[in-house]
């Protein structure tokens, strides 16, 4: 007895040892694998853009625009399809005791200012991506000169010629510096949210830089990027982008336009509801905006105004 005893404990003591030994070098070799895989693999780029739905982009001008500014009319016809904005005022900020603007002095996030008319946009120009091509597929503002193309980010926007500007297509920084703006807006990012937020911090501060040097008497607006309807987008797009993405990103976008002296607008407010998202009915896919938001967008634009210098 005393010796079928002490075979078992033998046994057990014989068949651990090795399992032990086993399970180490698994281990080993699992972290020397992994860190050779990484080494070897290629980086994910910091800017992916989407991949937008077809069938909405086909909405939308797939073409590079760039219509010349027009004289301002002497009236704005009403549309049939639209509703007319608001009384509007003098295109003048208020004035402070020392008779300078009080909104001139604090670049960064611009509050509302007195309503400014239609003419104020004559010497404006709108860069962005396939939303902002919206402005004269709508026909919103038909006096204002739109450099905006679905194939346009904020990865490209300084080097790919995507702009058709008379008889020649070039960037949107060598269209800009033939127009003689007065003010630009800026409307980017929401292609490439999915990437680096610092990354794209970086690369809109490089463009806003480039606009100052092709447009030196400028007033340059840098608008927010839109919220998404969450629910829609996620089916269309990406399950993986949220509005708080998007809201960490634009309080970065305004801290950036504080830095370069430009001024931050908070366009998506038009656009959230309770819940920080936009609207279903807003929008077709969950980022683009139907052409009643447009008329909301400039709405905006009209109380949230300086006069340039």
Known sequence: ???????????????????????????VFSAAAAGIWQLNST???ALKPLELDPSVVAAFSSSPQAVAVQAAPSSEPESSSQEPFPEEVSSEPAQSASGQSESAQTPGALEEQPRVTSAYFDDAVFIGDSITTGIKLYDVM?????LASTGIG????????????GEETLTAMQALAKTGAKKVYIMLGANSILGDHDTM?????NLIDEVRRNAPDSVIYVQSVL???EEIFHVKYNPNTDNSDIMDFNKKLAALAAEKQAYYLDVGSVFRDETGGMPADYTPDGMHINSAQYIMWFDYLKTHAIAAE
């Not at 007895?1 to 003591?13: A, D, G, S, V, W």
Request: proline content about 11%.
């Open 43 to 45: 980086p994910v780029q």
């Open 1 to 27: 007895m005393p010796n079928l005893e002490f075979r078992p404990k033998r046994r057990r003591k014989r068949r651990g040892a090795p399992i032990l030994v086993g399970v180490l070098c698994a281990a």
């Open 154 to 165: 904020l990865e490209n926007i300084l080097s790919k010629p995507a702009i058709k500007y």
């Open 227 to 229: 919220p998404i309807n």
């Open 142 to 146: 038909s006096n204002t000169t739109v």
């Open 201 to 205: 911090v970086g690369l809109y501060g």
